[in-house]
Structures are given as C-alpha cells and as structure tokens.
C-alpha cells in the first residue's frame, strides 16, 4: 500500500512489517504513520521503520550502554573510551585483557562492573604456585554419601577477575582456555556449564617481568580486547581525591541493571546490519596484518570474528542499526593489536603492535557506498529494473 502526499511518498510493506519514508518532508504525515499503528517511529530518507521496533531497540541498547558506563564514572573517573571498550566486550559476551600499571583502577573496574549488574563477582589472584584444580574446581570425595562431588572453583562467577594472570604457569593458565572459549569446564572427565552471562577481565602489568610467565598466542586470542587505562590528568585526580575523602565510591554503587536485561541486550546486539562493504573492509585490515614485513604472525580468522562482533557492539551503544567503517577504525587497536605477533627487525626499530595496526588501518582504503540495510521490497524493486 502507497501513500503519497506532501511529497512524500510512504510505504507499507506488510511481508517487512516495516514503513518507508522515502522523500522529506515527513511531519505531515506523522498522524497517519501512528494510525497505521506500527510499533516504532523512526522517519529518515531512505530508512526502513519497522513494525516490529527495530529503532526502540537500538535505543534502548543506547541507553542500556550510558547507565552502565555512567554508573560505572561514579568510581572509574575520566576513562570513558576505556568503559566502552569494557561494555563493548560484555555485549559480545567477550573477555578482555586489561594491560596497565599498578594502581590505576583495573580492579575496581571490575568489582564496578559486577556491582552495576548484579552479577556474581569472583577474583582470582594468580601466582606461581597455583594449581589448575584452584582456578576450575575439584571433586572430593563425601564420606557420608560415598561418593565424588564437585566442588566448583572461582572459575563459576559471572564477572571473573583474573587478577595478575601473566604470573600463573602456563599449566594454570591454560585452564582458562576452555572456560573462555566453549563457557563450560571439564573435571574428571565431567563437564560443567558456567552461568550466564560470563566474562573473564585479566589484568597483567607490562612493565614488571620478574617471576612471570607471558601469555602465549593461543591464551592471547581468546581476549576480545586489549584496554589500557592510563593515568588520570591532574584534574581527574584531584576528583578521585575529593570522592574518596570520606568513603570509597564503590561503597555506595547501586545496580543499574539486571541480568535478564543484560541477556536481552546480548541477544539484540546481532540485530546490527554489518554491509558487505564493511566485512570486505575488516577482512582487508585483517588480511593487512598477515601480509606486513613489520609482522611474523598476523592475526586469525578469530580477530576478524572479533572485529565484527565488536563493531555491532559499538555501533549499537551510538544508537545505530548498523555498522560503520569509523567504527572498525576506533576498533582495530584494542582487537587487533594483541593478536599480532612483531617481527624481529621491526622490533629493532622499535615498533610497537599497536603502531604497526595504526599504520595498517591509515594506508588502507575505505570502502565508498551506502552501510544501511535496504528494505526487501527495495531491493525486488532494483532487481526488476
């Protein structure tokens, strides 16, 4: 059914539940768009409003993100970019790796981001004398009942702070691998489900090495992210000053949203469109870090997976049902530059990962053209003529 009035031209498409607005002006018709009752309005040139809300939701994904990082402020002061990188992996139900030195908040950003969801908060402080069984759990033997059960180890939380992980072995440390990639651990031959959501936040400190054991690539790639927080300005540090005084704020941070939202929100970030324009373009930046002389191992199919995820993810916290190549540039950094390994002459030269992805994301071209998603009656109209 077409409608057209005012220059403008609208229609329903009942098979896409949606309603196209096609030229402005659209104001005049606003009373006749809510008699047709669709569940959302969202008017735009060349945009779809669907009947099943598609625009609530990635308002709703908007504001889901701003109450957690703005909860999330009241104790980590000034690291914004840094708590969108943290929601951004707790949407793609990804794990990061927090890389910075003593003292700058990773473990309170942690015990803040348990706290804003209620979730279940355990920490590991990793060392050199911790055993597997430690991290995943054991079975003991019950005398009364004459047989094995399980006693889970911290492993089994929601929010899990793997805290100083470069200093466990390589033993514990492999007993996350299958914890943070399949969610489920595996004693005695019986294998547990962990609960949902669940995230892994690591923290290692870059500049001490001693009596430590560096993570190996396969341990490095099962992180989503990689996030530095930095030191505060001197303005941000006299805030932290000045909140503390009487009481730490995490004292007093309240839940902002509940698991079964969190889980929701999960579910809808793979709702974003992500174009075949914007995948070719990941798989350049990625196809680019295998082909580097500056790099002895580029990075897996898996950062690709990663890179995609995370733009979703991203894309939907600025209000967007799609994915953006400004989106895969702000996130090429933190998902790329882990999983890459340097090589030894430009090691010699003193480049860093970071600044080899740097490098790689400005030399490549960005793909021109349209990201959004096209109606399906507008692309049987394109395929008719």
């Not at 409003?49 to 889901?64: A, N, P, R």
């Not at 590991?124 to 004459?146: A, C, E, H, K």
């Not at 916290?317 to 540039?329: A, E, M, S, Y």
């Given at each position: 059914?077409?409608?057209?009035?005012?220059?403008?031209?609208?229609?329903?498409?009942?098979?896409?539940?949606?309603?196209?607005?096609?030229?402005?002006?659209?104001?005049?018709?606003?009373?006749?768009?809510?008699?047709?009752?669709?569940?959302?309005?969202?008017?735009?040139?060349?945009?779809?409003?669907?009947?099943?809300?598609?625009?609530?939701?990635?308002?709703?994904?908007?504001?889901?993100?701003?109450?957690?990082?703005?909860?999330?402020?009241?104790?980590?002061?000034?690291?914004?970019?840094?708590?969108?990188?943290?929601?951004?992996?707790?949407?793609?139900?990804?794990?990061?790796?927090?890389?910075?030195?003593?003292?700058?908040?990773?473990?309170?950003?942690?015990?803040?981001?348990?706290?804003?969801?209620?979730?279940?908060?355990?920490?590991i402080?990793?060392?050199?004398?911790?055993?597997?069984?430690?991290?995943?759990?054991?079975?003991?033997?019950?005398?009364?009942?004459?047989?094995?059960?399980?006693?889970?180890?911290?492993?089994?939380?929601?929010?899990?702070?793997?805290?100083?992980?470069?200093?466990?072995?390589?033993?514990?440390?492999?007993?996350?691998?299958?914890?943070m990639?399949?969610?489920?651990?595996?004693?005695?031959?019986?294998?547990?489900?962990?609960?949902?959501?669940?995230?892994?936040?690591?923290?290692?400190?870059?500049?001490e090495?001693?009596?430590?054991?560096?993570l190996?690539?396969?341990?490095?790639?099962?992180f989503?992210?990689?996030?530095?927080?930095?030191?505060?300005?001197?303005?941000?540090?006299?805030?932290?000053?000045?909140?503390?005084?009487?009481?730490?704020?995490?004292?007093?941070?309240?839940?902002?949203?509940?698991?079964?939202?969190?889980?929701?929100?999960?579910?809808?970030?793979?709702?974003?469109?992500?174009?075949?324009?914007?995948?070719?373009?990941?798989?350049?930046?990625?196809?680019?870090?295998r082909?580097?002389?500056?790099?002895?191992?580029?990075?897996?199919?898996?950062g690709?997976?990663?890179?995609?995820?995370?733009?979703?993810?991203?894309?939907?916290?600025?209000?967007?049902?799609?994915?953006?190549?400004?989106?895969?540039?702000?996130?090429?950094?933190?998902?790329?530059?882990?999983?890459?390994?340097?090589?030894?002459?430009?090691?010699?030269?003193?480049?860093?990962?970071?600044?080899?992805?740097?490098?790689?994301?400005?030399?490549?071209?960005?793909?021109?053209?349209?990201?959004?998603?096209?109606?399906?009656s507008?692309?049987?109209?394109?395929?008719?003529?």
């Amino acid at each position: 059914m077409s409608v057209t009035g005012q220059a403008t031209e609208i229609t329903l498409d009942k098979r896409q539940g949606g309603i196209l607005v096609r030229t402005p002006p659209w104001r005049g018709v606003l009373h006749l768009l809510m008699a047709m009752n669709p569940r959302t309005i969202r008017a735009a040139i060349g945009t779809t409003i669907t009947q099943y809300g598609k625009g609530t939701v990635m308002s709703d994904l908007k504001s889901f993100g701003e109450n957690i990082i703005g909860n999330l402020e009241q104790v980590i002061v000034g690291k914004s970019q840094s708590l969108e990188l943290v929601v951004i992996g707790l949407l793609c139900q990804g794990h990061v790796l927090i890389e910075d030195v003593p003292g700058v908040g990773k473990t309170m950003l942690a015990r803040s981001l348990a706290k804003s969801l209620d979730c279940e908060f355990n920490r590991i402080q990793f060392t050199p004398d911790m055993l597997p069984s430690d991290v995943t759990g054991v079975s003991i033997y019950n005398q009364q009942t004459r047989d094995f059960e399980f006693r889970s180890g911290p492993i089994f939380g929601q929010i899990v702070l793997a805290d100083e992980v470069n200093r466990a072995t390589p033993k514990t440390q492999a007993s996350l691998l299958e914890a943070m990639e399949e969610r489920q651990v595996t004693v005695d031959g019986v294998t547990h489900p962990l609960p949902k959501p669940f995230m892994v936040l690591a923290t290692q400190n870059p500049i001490e090495y001693e009596g430590t054991f560096p993570l190996p690539e396969a341990q490095l790639d099962r992180f989503l992210l990689r996030v530095r927080m930095g030191y505060p300005s001197a303005s941000e540090e006299a805030k932290i000053l000045d909140g503390q005084q009487l009481r730490h704020p995490i004292e007093a941070l309240k839940s902002v949203v509940k698991v079964k939202e969190l889980l929701s929100a999960i579910d809808s970030i793979r709702q974003v469109y992500v174009s075949p324009l914007v995948q070719k373009y990941i798989i350049d930046l990625v196809g680019r870090t295998r082909q580097s002389t500056d790099v002895y191992l580029g990075a897996s199919p898996r950062g690709s997976i990663s890179l995609f995820r995370a733009g979703q993810a991203r894309a939907a916290l600025l209000g967007r049902d799609h994915v953006l190549p400004d989106d895969i540039k702000a996130l090429a950094i933190p998902v790329l530059g882990h999983r890459i390994i340097v090589s030894p002459a430009a090691r010699l030269r003193e480049l860093s990962a970071d600044r080899i992805v740097q490098e790689i994301v400005y030399n490549a071209p960005v793909p021109g053209g349209d990201y959004q998603a096209v109606a399906s009656s507008e692309k049987a109209k394109g395929k008719a003529k």
